[in-house]
């Protein structure tokens, strides 16, 4: 068992060459985000195509801690899941020793500092939506990441739009000045001092949001942020729609892990609703920073001339 551990843990990035012509990288077309940032190093900065060491991702502490990168690939939000088959990571100093790269949960590999600055990181053709940078030892910069899968195993992504954008919102809490347009006026920031959250007291038992789509319409997905600062706060939040006659189905309900960022996708298998509704558990406030609701988008059909 001692020899099987030591393997495990001195499992390494192995650098190569560039033998990338059948793969996509499809990092470009994913979201970047980061619990800190520092000296303007945008997480966007690590999606961009630039592989130089001009711009790049910067952890606001320069010290150990858990400083994590992660990108969502395109499709995320709704589930569509990628084969990873590995993941290039292009850093120009030694803070990305020992930087950890993770799909989803399944972690892929361990970088080991180099004169190359180029580090690629097989992840076997893992299945994940989210691939994340983390660095335990120290602050974290990173230039650019590279995700790599097959494009004969490229996935389909759905097109969905987000219908609660901007519709009628309301909640239970009517006196709180982080309102329930707050939570449904497109904005991302998971900083409740960034004022685009909305905040039920925890003094109220039966906390709940909701958004009225305008139509009855058949829900593929609702995806929950919560705050990066209290991110338990969502945890057991129940996802509901309510029907034209008044029938109330429930999606489902959030799941909070420790280390995760807030957001969770709630699938509704297309169950049909004219409004969504979120229920806060009891014993704590509910804080939602934005609530996606994703439907299909009818695609145009083609017509031909007689």
Known sequence: MKYILILFFATTAIVVADNHEDCANVALEGTAFAGSVGNGGKPAFAIDGETGDGKCYNS???????????????????????????????????????????????????????????????????EASVIMIEQVH?????????????????????????????KPAKQSDRNSKYGPEKANDGNKNKWESGGSCSI???????????????????????????????????????????????KWQMCGSAKWHPGNPPV????????????VVVYGPP?????????????AVEEPSETTDE
């Open 60 to 126: 606001a502490s320069p010290n150990r801690g858990h400083n994590r990168l992660r990108i969502a690939l395109k499709g995320a939000e709704v589930g569509v899941k990628y084969p990873i088959e590995s993941v290039t990571v292009f850093a120009y100093d030694r803070q990305i020793n020992f930087a950890r790269v993770w799909a989803d949960r399944q972690m892929c590999g361990e970088i080991r500092a180099s004169s190359k600055n180029e580090y690629e990181v097989s992840c076997g053709n893992v």
């Open 283 to 295: 014993e704590r406030p509910l804080i939602l920073c934005e609530v996606e609701v994703y439907a």
């Open 200 to 246: 039920i007291k925890e003094t109220q038992n039966h906390k709940w949001w909701s958004v009225d789509l305008g139509e009855t319409t058949m829900v593929n997905s609702v995806v929950l942020h919560g705050s990066m600062s209290k991110p338990k706060f969502i945890n057991a939040a129940r996802v509901y729609l309510v029907g034209d006659n008044g």
């Open 138 to 166: 120290s602050g974290l910069r990173v230039c650019e990441v590279q995700v790599w899968v097959k494009k004969s195993s490229l996935p389909y992504v759905p097109t969905l739009e987000n219908i609660a954008l901007n």
């Open 264 to 275: 969770y996708r709630i699938p509704c298998n297309d169950l049909e609703g004219k409004k």
